[in-house]
Structures are given as structure tokens and as C-alpha cells.
């Protein structure tokens, strides 16, 4: 571990942009951020605004033909710009985890529950078997997965969409990674189990000291789990305030946003609508 | 006291051997906004697919305008009755422009004037001239949506089924839509029977709602209810919470912190 | 405004407009790659040989000169001759248009046959689909060129035959494609919503199931081009395709295979032209697949 005063994350001036037979198009332009340790930071913005290429970026997970550049890009005090694909393998998943929209998108559907977590978790650490195998159990535990033992030998599609998402956390925490990237992790689940999610990622999360960047188009989900919020359209921040004074945003933006949500209490008989008419459109 | 708009006494529907839903019983009067509410795996949108004839395997009654529902779709109900899907991008054919996405409906009823009436039916739903010739792909997941009502409306239908038409959209691409759905049937006098998961969309879009849980309808409130939660059932007021409801400390916004 | 600008322009005023911009960008997506253009210029000449056969051969294709026997390739037979003397160049310039004419047959036959066995299995479904894809199956388990073979002996040697024998082998691989796709999207949403505004089951099918099945179907008829070539020569060299004194290639190979030691031209002329030709096609099919069907090709 390297000194402890310095921030887990700084990023400065992260642009991503994609070649199209038309010219290079940025989508993500300039952005600057840093994350301390144990700070929960939250990225709001609808589709196309460059979160989620953002939450790649850091992870140097750009494919061809997009292109990633930043100023700085610095994790724990290791600049990942400048390291190699191969110390990033060892990078990604042992130091920072990241957590996909939808389980069944991301778990392989011929191998068992117990055998993905355990695969995880061999890549960057040697075990004997048996301790392996503790170590999965205990994971799954965690994630208040009951009777993990029978779990560990199911296939993914055995099992509901939140329990899903459990075994995607339990397998990205198990690594003990320092900060976890989670990109709409619960945007496919329905509501009740939502909360649960979110509940146990946030208890994780605090319970182990890391980092956390929670990237979501719900504005309020964010506010309720995370410290600070970087509100993105278009590829830049528009605002960025602590998630308590969300309520508070400066920017026309973010309070068209929250504008436009319909409330559980709804007296409008319009909802405001934000005004496109400036800058890039969906 | 006229005939409900829809109305389904002791329905079943099963896939194959399973059945989906159990005796789900309720009426939505002529010009009213009902909503299902209720979890994926619920049985909503199962219910609404049997209104429209896509799920042909159901026991029951169902009866749109005073009029009993075979069990596929047919042409005199398809002037009654259309449907909004869920997802804009799967929702139009790939391969055809706009213009021939809202002109099919009128081609296969033999309505003339075709041209002047698809002009009309953008305007209408707010889309510009310049969309007419687009494919899909060149638009935006909220002109989309607008596309797909716009053709559910190409027959001048009295009643419609939406199915989550806004969850696959952005926050305030669904304010777009949902204003547009309001107005739509505030001019035409609509009945809608929209299913959803979101209780705020709920309170803004209609007047009464059934709660399904697990195949079964376990509630049946008017949409007052969302901003006290005076649910009856154990289920709701589960959901209720979960969705951010909370009689106590009223919407986010409003609260000092959440 | 140029005609460029009006292809591409966002916002088509006509349905014309809009077709024609598609195929127009499609178009240009096909010239960036090298090997399609190779491809396409291959099938241009392929044609153009076709159409202008009698001014380009110097001489008939059927005109023998004893004299002139197994000539070696020169400066007058830039082919060479065959055992009856007549000008290789000009057999094979010929011989273009039969093996045009086969591969259009073939195409314009088994294609929609597949196409529309293959949609109407794949969206009805039930017994309907274990019916129609039982019998493609049966065709399927036979070898193609032995149930050609068999065809062709049901039939008579001759070149019709082979043609009409070869489309009925080639129709099961395209219904099978065919099903495949229809089954991706008959419960789509969009075609749900053609059902709802009161669409017949023949309009969904031919109007909307069936144009989303002809890229893929295009694809790979063209890439099947190649295999119909060589099935065509084999039948043509096994003499139950195309009948002397008919310049069809496979004949002709199989003609010269008595030569072959001492006079090698004679066979190896005509099988230049079978491999550019299927060569050509198989450039032009899978620069195709790269356009229409970008989820198929490998990441570009």
C-alpha cells in the first residue's frame, strides 16, 4: 500500500472517442475526478452522456475503434495509463472490481455458480482446494445467499435475476478488490430486489474500506447511496455536488432532471420537459 | 350505465402447461386510465397480451366495448384496439421507413387518403415532416416510442394497451412520452390500461390501479392511495416502500434529505 | 444539390429517396473493402464475357480444324486447342455464358424456394415446421452431388437437367438459414404489431418475415455460387451435365483429362476459369456479409 493521504482514484482529463467513417466523435470530453478511499461517488446521467464509457475507461476497458487519452489516470498511486495489458489483467478484478448491468449477460451459462466465484478468485491468488472452497461458500454467505453450499453447484440460469446479481458481487468482491465499479447494477432487477442489491453493496462496501463508483441513470437511487454526485450529459459534468444537496443542483440541467422524474405524490398535470434545443440531442 | 371499456371476468392464461395467471377479474370504464401494476414474473403484461389476442391460451371472460374477445387477433378488434410495446427498438421493423410503418394499418383496412393521414398522425404525436422516410435506425428511443403510438392510433382505435411504454427510456424522454400518452387521450377520449412497475408513472398517468403479485391480482386502489399509501394488501405496501413511497417523509424532492 | 447529397440526405422527402440512400451507403461500404471490389470486377467481367462472347472469341466455339489438334497456348490460341482443334479461349469466352446461366437458374430457383419453406416453418411452427423441415432434412442427409447424380439419371443427361437437379439439392441449406432467422424475430414486437392492426399471416410473411431473411439469404447464395460452379463442372466431368459439343467447363476439363500429362492446357484452362470465377464470388459474398450483416462478420 502506498501512502494513505493520496486519493484511491484521480482522474484528469479522461477523453474517450470513437472513429466513425465521419471523424473521430468524443464521448466522453475532459473529464476530471477524484475518488478518496472509502468514498462512495455516484455518476448520474441518461444514455449517451459517457457514463458508463467513463466507468470503462478506468479500467482501460476501451475496445478499437474507440481511443482513451487522460492527463492523469491514477489509481492507488499507479499511473494505468502507462502500465501493460498484462499488469492491468492483474489489475482488473484483484484491485478494481467491476459490477455489469445484467447477470445473465455476464455469467457463463456452462459453468457452476461455485466454479465462476472460485475461477475468480484463482486468477490472482493461490489457494488449496479446500480453502477455495471455504472461501466461495464464505462469499456467498455474504451475500446473504441462503444455503450456499447448494447455490455453489447450480447453473446461472437456475437461479432468479437478483440472486443473480448476488453472485456477480460475491464474485467481484471476492478478490477483495480496493474500489468497485458498479455500472447500473440493478437497472435489470425489479424494485424490491433493487433495494436489497444496493443494500448489500453499500454494507460491503463500507464494511471493507473501499472505494465505490456507482454509475446509474437514477438520480435518486444515487443520492441515497453514494457521498458525492457527478451529474454527466454529453460527455461532461455538469454538476457536481454532494449527494445530499441534490436537491440543491445549480445546473438547468440536473434540475430538469429531477423535474422531469414523475413523483409518487403527482399533482402536475404536465411534466416539464427538458429543452433540447441546446447542444447535442438524443 | 354503459358497457366497460374492458372488462375481464375470471380469466386463467397459461403458456403450455403453466398457467401465468389466476382469476383476474376487473373492468376499466370507457375513457378511464387503468393501470397494472406489479414485479416481473406478475403476470401484467400476460394479461394485456391476452386482450390482445397474442396470448390465445385463456379461460374466462373478456369483453373490450361491450364486445366478448375471441382468442387471437381480428380485424374489427383491431380497430377497437391497439397496443403499445415496451421496447422502441424492437418495436418497428428494421427495414422499414416510417412512412410505410404507419401506413400498413390503413393498406390493410383499406383506408384511402393514406398520405394526408400519416402527416396528420405525426404531427400529432410530434414528430416532424422530416421523419417520414427514416428507417428506425436513424432515430432517437423516444421518436421511436412516438412512431410506435403514432401507428397504434393510425386506425383510430377507442381503447389502448400499453405495455411499459417508458421503461426503456431516459428520464426525461419519459416525461416526452407521457405528456404526449395524456394528451393523446385527453383530445381523442382514450381509455388506456397501462402496465407498469413504476408507481410514480402510476400516479401521474392514471386513475385507478390492480396490484398483481405471483399471477394474481391482490389489490385493486385509486390512485389516491399512492400519496398516503392506504394500501390494504401486505404485498403493496411492501412494493410501496420499496418504490420509494413513504407516507411520512413525502417525495425526495420535497424532503430536506433522503 | 449533387446527386451525393441527395442519396445521403437525413431526411428523404420520397420512399424512393429513402430506398435508394440505403442501397447508396450500402454501396460504399462495399467499395472500402479490397476484396469485394475484387469480387465484384471478377463477376463484372464474368459478365461482360457473357454478353459479348461472339466479339471477343476469336473463333467459334464449336468450329473444328483438325489440322490445328492440341495446339499449345500462342500468340494465335492464347489457350492453346483441344483434340478436335478448336481455340480453347474461345470455349472458355463461351462457355461464360453457360456457367451464367446455371448459376442464375439455380439462384432464381432454390433461393425463394428455401426462402419461403424456410419462413413458413420457422413461423407457424408445430407440425407445420416438423413436416416441411422433416423433408428438408431428408434432402439434407443426402450427399448434394450424388442426389444431383441420381436426379440427372432420373431425368437424362443435358444441361437443363443438371441445372433443375442442382436446385433441388441446394433449396434444404436455404430453408434451413431461412427458419433459423424467421425464428430470431416471429414473436419480435414489430411483427406482433403487424398482427394486432389485423395483417394476414401471408403479409407477415411475405411483406415483413421474408425481407429481413434475403440479406442473410443473399449472402449466402453468393457464397454458394462457388459450390453450384464446381457442382455443375463435376456433373459436366462425370458427362451428365452439359453434352458435347457444348463449352461448358467441367466438360471440357473432363475432355482434356486424357491430355493432361502431355498436353496440359487442355484441362487446365477451363479450371483457371472455374477457380476465379468461384474465387470471385466468394470475394463478393463475403464482402457482402461485412454490409448487410455486420453482426456475422468478425469486428472491423
Known amino acids: 500500500m502506498s501512502d494513505q493521504q493520496a486519493p484511491l482514484l484521480e482522474v484528469e482529463n479522461l477523453r474517450v472517442s470513437f472513429a466513425t467513417p465521419t471523424g473521430p466523435v468524443e464521448v466522453v470530453k475532459g473529464l476530471s475526478f477524484t475518488l478518496g478511499r472509502e468514498e462512495r461517488l455516484g455518476i448520474v446521467g441518461e444514455s449517451g452522456s459517457g457514463k458508463s464509457m467513463t466507468g470503462r475507461a478506468i479500467l482501460r476497458l476501451i475496445r478499437t475503434p474507440g481511443r482513451q487519452t487522460a492527463d492523469v489516470l491514477r489509481f492507488d498511486g499507479l499511473e494505468l495509463a502507462a502500465q501493460s495489458a498484462r499488469q492491468m489483467r492483474g489489475i482488473r478484478g484483484a484491485r478494481i472490481s467491476m459490477i455489469m448491468q445484467d447477470p445473465k449477460f455476464s455469467l457463463n451459462p456452462v459453468m457452476t455458480i461455485g466454479e465462476q466465484i472460485a475461477e475468480a478468485l484463482k486468477v490472482h491468488e493461490r489457494l488449496p482446494r479446500r480453502d477455495l472452497q471455504a472461501r466461495v461458500i464464505e462469499m456467498l454467505t455474504s451475500v446473504r445467499i441462503n444455503d450456499p453450499e447448494r447455490v455453489a453447484q447450480m447453473y446461472p440460469h437456475e437461479v432468479s435475476g437478483g440472486m443473480g446479481q448476488r453472485v456477480m458481487i460475491a464474485m467481484m468482491l471476492i478478490p477483495r478488490p480496493q474500489l468497485l465499479i458498479a455500472d447500473e447494477p440493478t437497472s435489470a432487477l425489479d424494485v424490491s430486489v433493487q433495494a436489497q442489491v444496493l443494500d448489500l453493496i453499500e454494507e460491503l462496501v463500507t464494511g471493507n474500506g473501499m472505494g465505490l463508483i456507482l454509475i446509474s441513470h437514477d438520480l435518486n437511487l444515487v443520492a441515497r447511496y453514494c457521498d458525492r454526485i457527478l451529474v454527466m450529459n454529453a460527455g461532461r459534468v455538469v454538476e457536481s455536488c454532494a449527494a445530499a444537496d441534490l436537491h440543491k443542483a445549480q445546473h438547468p440541467y440536473t434540475q430538469g432532471l429531477l423535474a422531469a422524474q414523475p413523483r409518487m405524490q403527482e399533482t402536475r398535470d404536465e411534466l416539464p420537459v427538458l429543452d433540447r434545443t441546446a447542444g447535442e440531442s438524443t | ?258 | 444539390m449533387s446527386t451525393r447529397d441527395w442519396l445521403l440526405d437525413d431526411s428523404p422527402a420520397t420512399l424512393t429517396q429513402a430506398n435508394l440512400g440505403r442501397a447508396w451507403r450500402m454501396f460504399t461500404a462495399l467499395m472500402r473493402n479490397p476484396l469485394a471490389v475484387a469480387g465484384m470486377v471478377i463477376i463484372l467481367l464474368l459478365l461482360a464475357t457473357a454478353l459479348f462472347a461472339p466479339w471477343i472469341a476469336p473463333e467459334s466455339p464449336v468450329g473444328q480444324n483438325l489440322q490445328a489438334r492440341l495446339l499449345p497456348p500462342s500468340a494465335d490460341h492464347w489457350m492453346g486447342t483441344d483434340e478436335l482443334g478448336r481455340d480453347i479461349f474461345s470455349r472458355v469466352v463461351y462457355g461464360s455464358r453457360i456457367t451464367l446461366m446455371i448459376v442464375a437458374l439455380v439462384a432464381v430457383i432454390s433461393a425463394p424456394l428455401g426462402l419461403i419453406i424456410g419462413a413458413v416453418a420457422g413461423y407457424f411452427g408445430g407440425w407445420v415446421d416438423r413436416i416441411l423441415m422433416g423433408l428438408t432434412d431428408v434432402f439434407l442427409s443426402l450427399p448434394k452431388l450424388i442426389l444431383a447424380l441420381a436426379f440427372v439419371a432420373a431425368l437424362g443427361p443435358g444441361i437443363e437437367n443438371a441445372i433443375i437437379a442442382i436446385a433441388i439439392t441446394a433449396w434444404p441449406a436455404y430453408a434451413r438459414i431461412a427458419r433459423a432467422e424467421t425464428l430470431t424475430f416471429r414473436n419480435a414486437e414489430y411483427i406482433q404489431a403487424v398482427r394486432l392492426v389485423g395483417g394476414s399471416h401471408g403479409r407477415i410473411i411475405f411483406r415483413h418475415v421474408l425481407p429481413l431473411c434475403t440479406s442473410s439469404m443473399i449472402v449466402r447464395v453468393t457464397l454458394d455460387m462457388a459450390g453450384i460452379i464446381l457442382t455443375a463442372a463435376g456433373l459436366g466431368f462425370l458427362g451428365l451435365g452439359a453434352q458435347p459439343p457444348l463449352p461448358e467447363w467441367g466438360a471440357m476439363i473432363s475432355r482434356g483429362r486424357t491430355f493432361i500429362l502431355d498436353q496440359w492446357w487442355v484441362a487446365t484452362m477451363p479450371g483457371f476459369a472455374i477457380i476465379l470465377v468461384s474465387l470471385g464470388f466468394c470475394f463478393l459474398g463475403d464482402g457482402l456479409r461485412d454490409v448487410l450483416d455486420p453482426k456475422q462478420g468478425g469486428a472491423k
Open chain 2, 1 to 258: 350505465m354503459t358497457a366497460p371499456a374492458i372488462s375481464l371476468k375470471d380469466v386463467d392464461i397459461s403458456y403450455g402447461d403453466t398457467k401465468v395467471v389466476r382469476d383476474v377479474t376487473f373492468d376499466v370504464a370507457e375513457g378511464e386510465s387503468f393501470a397494472l401494476v406489479g414485479e416481473s414474473g406478475s403476470g401484467k403484461s400476460t394479461v394485456l397480451k391476452a386482450i390482445a389476442g397474442l396470448a390465445p391460451q385463456w379461460t374466462g371472460a373478456i369483453s373490450v366495448l361491450g364486445k366478448p374477445r375471441g382468442h387471437g387477433p381480428d380485424r374489427a378488434f383491431s380497430e377497437t384496439c391497439q397496443m403499445v410495446f415496451q421496447d422502441p427498438y424492437a418495436s418497428l421493423h428494421p427495414r422499414k421507413t416510417i412512412d410505410t410503418v404507419l401506413s400498413e394499418p390503413l393498406a390493410i383496412h383499406g383506408i384511402g387518403n393514406r398520405s394526408a393521414k400519416v402527416i396528420e398522425m405525426l404531427a400529432a404525436v410530434g414528430l416532424d415532416r422530416r421523419f417520414r422516410f427514416r428507417f428506425p435506425h436513424q432515430l432517437s428511443g423516444g421518436q421511436r416510442q412516438r412512431v410506435a403510438i403514432a401507428r397504434a392510433l393510425m386506425l383510430e382505435p377507442k381503447v389502448m394497451l400499453l405495455d411499459e411504454p417508458t421503461s426503456a427510456l431516459d428520464v426525461s424522454v419519459q416525461a416526452e412520452i407521457l405528456n404526449l400518452l395524456k394528451r393523446l387521450r385527453r383530445e381523442q377520449g382514450l381509455t388506456y390500461l397501462m402496465v407498469t412497475h413504476n408507481l410514480p408513472v402510476v400516479s401521474f398517468m392514471c386513475d385507478r390501479m390492480a396490484v398483481m403479485n405471483k399471477g394474481r391480482i391482490v389489490e385493486i386502489a385509486p390512485k389516491t392511495a399512492l400519496y398516503d399509501g392506504s394500501f390494504a394488501d401486505p404485498y403493496t405496501r411492501d412494493l410501496y416502500a420499496a418504490s420509494g413511497g413513504n407516507p411520512d417523509a413525502p417525495a425526495p424532492l420535497a424532503a430536506s434529505d433522503t
